[in-house]
């Protein structure tokens, strides 16, 4: 028995191998070496710099933090990479306790070096040095690890829930790998059979616990990283601040105001990682465990590891590890990951994928998933049902999954990086105000601390702290709308991507089609040709047609109910026969007694004779790589086995005697595809009568799969759903763009285009055709115009198709409104032997069909890559990369999966994504309208306050109270409560703050508010009564004149900047539907008029106002006429100039032609200006990768048909 030394330096070594074959010079660079990339070329990689501590920077540090009296450790809170600049000095990885990770979005994360020592024998290291050694070509090797007589080190750190060992070989930490990186099939099938319990603890030590915790923090933790943000921070300052300035009561107010916010944003924090915790955390349980030699053991599922052997529990269990199958099967509800509640069958990995390389994905038909809900166990007699640990904790499916909502992937949105900027702008302009104020209060003789107060008081007023709640108000009420309509965001500021979304894809199967099939007959053979379409397969006679029908299916019964794949479902229904799995559920595959179907009549049931029955002996599930399945039988009371299968109909056809296929069959194929059918072909084939039972087990698929008699095909039809030809119309006359990327055939895929608008009526289709290398020539691709139905109204006419598609009659070949449609095998040989032609297929592309998971994703990111903002709607299957890689994904399932969506929609239609746009375009423009608010307010304000400041004066604190919080504070809030506009236009909302018109627009009203200010002023000082205010070296006078009249006026200068930023039509309803706010505009303004034209002294006092009833009429009718003329001017000026389209077209002018053109967002526009001036593409040719130019390979009935002849 090893020891457990021994067995840990085993794992390590294990980890190690492959990193200490590289060595000489290079391992001598990079023993020096201060940094490495981790997960090069991938997602997650990241710059890795190696620290450690030093004594004299920590002596530095410790002096910094007393004399900034701890400011500087906020700087730490914001920007963890300082920790390592001050307190740490740079040093070799070899030597570093700390690592400083940067990731390629330029964020910064640290972790700290762990060690784990463990004493040795010396056996522990001679057997480990051997072990070594016979690998390597030098003993020397051996120093890959830290190995010494006395003792063994493992050192790592871990980051984002990953484990990273350093491996002294290659000098450079690696990710901790298991069983799924690497492994061959028949390793996994052999090489384990079972760990004992010691051997379990040491590999524990290394992969760490098998659990997906989720941690909820308590409210102190909350509350202190609350308070650490910036936006807190910079409330905090300017509460002392106001504190020092004696402004207590509205000091008081923002700090009531911010401790409610503080406790709202906590409450949902912990509320939401609550929620997340308990949805992936697992009640704890047993698990039985083989320790070798068929011994078992119960122990905690939190102690599984990566090599275990466990017994799946026959009444089923929620899996909490990823463990491939190697004896048994099992029946899976794969929901948490898919989507789809629809039964998965999970068959033992076979010998035949003994040479294969294990991976999840590849070999996912024999893998159990993290999470996901054992339903059934089916097992051979008395035997167990086993499986192979391969991954634990957050290295499972379901732990990256939950590992993507925890670290997502930053949000790159235009709008916060110009808000940032104009931030910056309103620091610069604060800095510009501060310097003035204190020329003047220096020529005035003001105190020095006086004056230290009231210039950082400017800094207060010209940044808002309010002004980042006031940003995400839209967002918050159309979050709010949406989950009233069953649409529920789990990333609140994906809404406002919606509002600038391009092109939006959709998957087929279940978005834009119904989930069910419908049987709209088969089509047997007879005579060497099809029969004609058989509306009921019931009625037909007993034979290896309808026997296939009846048993190539995945189909089990789970509860007295036959469950399985919708289509499955429908195919043996039709037959009317019955299927009987003998026995308890969970040995349903016992040797004697298989799965029996048979036929529902009165003979099968009645006749002494033996009746008609068909076993299952053996199941070949469907693999999307082969495309089809098939099913070993055996008849009652006839000799020998038969194999039946179904699958994609050129697939079946290419695996039959080509003379049992009709010569008809590509014509009827292809008529019934391109109506949008889905066809399914059936193929039988007699096996030899020598076949055992048990060589049935083990025989491979690609032994038997061959020389079949080709049946005939099954034609079943897959129905839009109502909703969602009216929502591509809508989303066609937003100028939206709709794209298809489907799992299906490519003529179904084209059909269903045609039917749902995303193809026009007119539009030609061209069909991609890429073929990769081979002996015969190189990669080329074929420009093959797709035909279009012979019936209905896709019927095409010559007088149409020269009107709509444009045909130039000098090129005959060039057309404007056509679509690409591609399937996924073209898309890899366009990704790998002709990626210059990608952006132009991914700008004219329109059908994506037999697309991978993988590919979608690519689809996605090479749509983002040209400047589109992409969404993408599926139904959960197959969609998550995509869903989540997508600026707005949303998922039409309710299942778990949709966690990895940013949108769920409980509507199971495509509706909700016209719901979803509205409410982000309206999100998008009431951000837009608050932030202009917020900054126009901060300038009336800054305005007024250095007009005042000039002649010695001061707004009161109930002043600042009355415009801070009863006119900004409910105006900004009530500001986004307008709803979105009914109907999705062609218009886009801005993508940018610092675009020429809204810039243009808040400095023109700045102008305004300055007009008006100094007007006002300038009014009062030639008034005959007027007296300049008393000088004061406090700088508080703020029972004056001045601060009377430009506290009064300013006050309608808020209400109307208000008034002019809340637009309502194009996005955003109308004012007047906005009752709360229209309200509260009108109440604000009678208020402020009744301060004006009717002081009551009471009031007058409380504002500290002078006494205006003593003075004129006259004066105070000026003094409105003045703020009426405020409100009209600003209303002009935004509605009637800047809001005209030439003025808007002659501002965008002058920004391209200044440079200041979004170059990334203009690409794709570009590419579509490129083709539409171009003769590409070359339709009826093909393209060669060597060449990369068209040969002469002419459809010569188009040509003829079009008029002309092509010349290369």
């Known amino acids: 028995m090893d020891t457990e030394d021994d067995n840990i330096f085993k794992l390590v070594s294990l980890h190690n191998k492959e990193r200490m074959f590289n060595r000489g010079q290079n391992g001598y660079n990079r023993l020096l070496a201060d940094h490495t990339y981790l997960n090069k070329d991938t997602e997650e990689e990241f710059l890795c710099y190696g620290y450690r501590t030093d004594q004299c920077k920590e002596a530095v540090f410790l002096v910094l933090v007393v004399l900034t009296g701890g400011l500087v ?19 070799s990885l070899s030597h570093a306790d700390t690592i400083l990770l940067q990731d390629t979005y330029k964020q910064y994360s640290i972790a700290s070096i762990e060690e784990k020592t463990f004493p040795q024998s010396k056996d522990f290291v001679s057997s480990g040095t051997q072990a070594v050694d016979s690998d390597y070509e030098s003993p020397a090797d051996t120093s890959g690890l830290i190995v010494s007589q006395e003792e063994f080190k493992l050192r790592y750190f871990d980051h984002q829930h990953v484990r990273y060992l350093w491996d002294r070989g290659s000098q450079v930490f690696s990710k901790l790998k298991d069983l799924s990186e690497g492994t061959k099939c028949v390793n996994i099938q052999e090489s384990f059979y079972g760990l004992s319990a010691r051997e379990q603890n ?232 501060m310097t003035y104020s204190i020329i003047i209060y220096v020529k005035q003789g003001i105190y020095p601390m006086k004056i230290v107060v009231r210039v950082l008081d400017i800094i207060t007023i010209i940044v808002p702290p309010a002004l980042p709640a006031a940003m995400t108000v839209g967002t918050v009420f159309a979050q709010s709308r949406l989950k009233k309509k069953g649409i529920y965001c789990i990333s609140p500021p994906r809404i406002n991507f919606c509002g600038r979304l391009d092109v939006f894809c959709f998957d087929k199967t279940g978005t834009l089609t119904e989930d069910g099939l419908d049987m709209l007959g088969v089509l047997p053979i007879k005579n060497a040709g099809f029969c004609g379409v058989v509306d009921d397969p019931s009625t037909l006679e007993v034979g290896p047609f309808l026997t296939c029908m009846a048993t190539c299916h995945s189909l089990t019964v789970i509860d007295g109910e036959l469950s399985g794949d919708p289509l499955d479902l429908i195919m043996f229904n039709s037959t009317k026969w019955v299927l009987e799995e003998p026995g308890k559920d969970t040995s349903k595959f016992d040797t004697i007694m298989p799965t029996v179907v048979r036929p529902c009549t009165k003979d099968t049931f009645t006749s002494s004779e033996n009746p008609f029955e068909v076993g299952i002996i053996r199941q070949f599930t469907f693999s999307s790589s082969v495309q089809r399945m098939s099913v070993i039988t055996r008849t009652l009371s006839e000799d020998g086995m038969q194999l ?415 008034f002019v930023f809340s637009k309502g039509p194009p996005f955003r309803e109308p004012i007047y539907k906005n009752v709360p706010f229209l309200l509260t505009l009108c109440s604000l303004f009678a208020f402020s008029t009744y301060l004006l034209m009717l002081p009551f002294k009471p009031i007058l006092d409380f504002f500290n106002l002078m006494e205006l009833h003593t003075k004129s009429v006259e004066f105070r009718s000026v003094l409105l006429a003045f703020s009426v003329g405020f409100i009209f001017a600003a209303c002009l000026l935004e509605y009637l100039i800047m809001d005209v389209k030439c003025t808007k077209k002659c501002l965008d002018s002058c920004s391209h032609c200044c440079g200041n053109g979004d170059e990334k967002k203009d690409h794709y526009r570009k590419i579509q200006n490129e083709i539409q001036l171009s003769n590409w593409p070359p339709i009826g040719q093909v393209t060669y990768a060597s060449l990369n130019e068209p040969h002469v390979e002419i459809e010569e009935e188009l040509m003829r048909s079009q008029g002309a002849i092509l010349v290369n």
């Open 202 to 433: 040491q590999k524990q030590l290394v992969y760490g616990e098998n659990s997906i915790e989720v941690e909820v923090k308590s409210y102190w933790r909350l509350f202190i990283e609350e308070v650490m943000n910036p936006f807190y921070v910079f409330q905090i300052a300017s509460i002392i601040l106001w504190l020092c300035d004696q402004y207590y009561y509205y000091a008081a107010c923002i700090l009531f105001i911010s401790l409610m916010s503080i406790g709202i944003s906590l409450y949902e924090t912990k509320r939401q990682s609550k929620t997340l915790h308990d949805m992936v955390s697992t009640q704890a349980q047993t698990i039985s465990v083989c320790r070798g030699e068929e011994v078992y053991e119960d122990v905690p599922t939190g102690k599984l590891v990566p090599g275990d052997v466990i017994a799946i529990p026959q009444h089923g269990c929620v899996m909490t590890c990823d463990a491939v199958l190697i004896t048994g099967t099992c029946i899976v509800n794969e929901s948490m990951l898919t989507g789809e509640s629809v039964p998965v069958t999970k068959t033992p990995m076979t010998h035949q994928e003994d040479e294969e390389v294990y991976s999840p994905d590849n070999h996912k038909r024999h893998t159990l998933f993290s999470g996901t809900h054992i339903l059934q166990t089916r097992f051979y007699g008395n035997s167990k049902v086993k499986a192979v640990v391969v991954r634990t904790g957050f290295r499972t499916a379901k732990g990256e999954l939950v590992r993507a909502i925890l670290f997502p992937k930053p949000l790159d949105m235009k709008f916060y990086r110009d808000a940032m900027k104009f931030i910056l702008f309103l620091g610069c302009m604060a800095a510009l105000g």
């Open 644 to 1058: 039946f299968c179904k699958g994609a109909p050129e697939k079946i056809a290419s695996l039959c005697q080509q003379d049992t296929v009709p010569h008809e069959f590509h014509d009827i194929l292809h008529r019934y595809t391109i109506q949008g059918y889905r066809v399914i072909a059936l193929a039988h084939k007699k096996m030899d009568p020598k076949l055992t039972w048990h060589q049935a087990q083990r025989i491979s698929r690609d032994k038997v799969e061959f020389n079949m008699t080709f049946l005939g095909m099954i034609v079943l039809q897959n129905k839009l759903k109502p909703e969602t030809k009216p929502a591509i119309h809508k989303l066609r006359e937003a100028r939206i763009r709709t794209v298809m990327v489907t799992g299906d055939m490519i003529q179904t895929a084209i059909s269903v285009a045609r039917n749902c608008g995303m193809i026009p009526i007119k539009d030609r289709v061209i069909i991609i055709e890429a073929s990769p290398p081979d002996a015969h020539g190189p990669a080329n691709i074929k420009w093959v115009t797709a035909e279009t139905p012979d019936e209905g109204t896709d019927y095409y006419t010559d007088s149409d198709y020269l009107e709509d598609v444009h045909i130039d009659l000098e090129n005959p070949h060039k057309m404007h409104n056509f679509h690409f449609a591609v399937s996924g095998q073209a898309f890899a040989v366009l990704t790998t032997h002709f990626p210059e032609y990608i952006p132009r297929v991914v700008v004219k592309g329109t059908v994506f069909a037999r697309m991978s998971p993988d590919q979608k994703l690519q689809l996605i990111e090479e749509l983002q890559n040209i400047g589109y903002n992409v969404g993408m709607c599926g139904d959960g299957a197959n969609d998550c990369e995509a869903l989540k890689a997508a600026h707005a994904g949303i998922s039409l399932s309710e299942a778990e999966a949709s966690v990895a969506a940013p949108f769920t929609s409980s509507i199971p239609n495509i509706e909700c994504v016209i719901r979803i746009m509205r409410e982000g375009r309206a999100a998008l423009v009431t951000s837009f309208g608050c932030f202009k608010y917020m900054a126009l307010y901060s300038f009336i304000q800054y305005v007024s306050v250095l007009i005042l400041y000039t002649f010695d004066a001061n707004l009161a604190d109930m002043q600042f109270l009355y415009v801070d919080l009863v006119i900004t504070t409910s105006v900004a809030v009530l500001m986004g409560y307008s709803g979105a506009y009914h109907k999705l236009v062609p218009q886009r909302p801005p993508g940018s703050l610092v675009k020429p018109s809204n810039l243009l627009s808040i400095i023109a009203q700045i102008l305004l508010v300055i007009i008006f200010q100094i007007s006002a002023f300038l009014y009062l000082h030639f008034q005959p009564w007027y007296k300049p205010a008393p000088k004061n070296l406090d700088a508080d006078n703020t029972h004056c004149w001045e601060t009377t009249v430009i506290f009064l006026v300013s006050t309608y200068q808020y209400i109307a900047s208000a």
């Open 73 to 91: 450790l906020l700087l730490l809170q914001w920007r963890p990479q300082m920790v390592c600049y001050l307190r740490k000095r740079r040093c």
